[in-house]
Nanobody
């Protein structure tokens, strides 16, 4: 089992940057595929980015390609999401999630463990 705790959200102006972190408990962090999801009010939870357990493969939603970067430090049991050139439409609660098996999945229902979420608000 793994516990996930996000941090780094906040209020930022359009064009600004934020870096989200997700600290994981346990000694087998590298065996989990990881994903960042977001959910805006009245909308479904959507995948933003994902990464394999080794960090060798990544996925980005089209809406964030070229602006967001997902990474992980398995020695520190931490997942990151660097968000640059933020837009008002990026406003949402951001969640990190872990899936057993080392590879990422595209749908939120496939993930086994979730953090509590961190609010990101981008003002225009």
């Amino acid at each position: 089992q793994v516990q996930l705790v996000e941090s780094g959200g906040g209020l930022v102006q359009a064009g600004g940057s934020l870096r989200l972190s997700c600290a994981a408990s346990g000694r087998t962090f590298s065996s989990y595929g990881m994903g960042w999801f977001r959910q805006a009010p009245g909308k479904e939870r959507e995948i933003v980015a994902a990464i394999t357990g080794s960090g060798g493969n990544t996925y980005y939603a089209d809406s964030v390609k070229g602006r967001f970067t997902i990474s992980r430090d398995n020695a520190k049991n931490t997942l990151y999401l660097q968000m640059n050139s933020l837009k008002p439409e990026d406003t949402a609660v951001y969640y990190c999630a872990a899936v057993v098996g080392g590879y990422y999945r595209m749908t939120f229902k496939a993930y086994n463990y979730w953090g509590q979420g961190t609010q990101v608000t981008v003002s225009s």
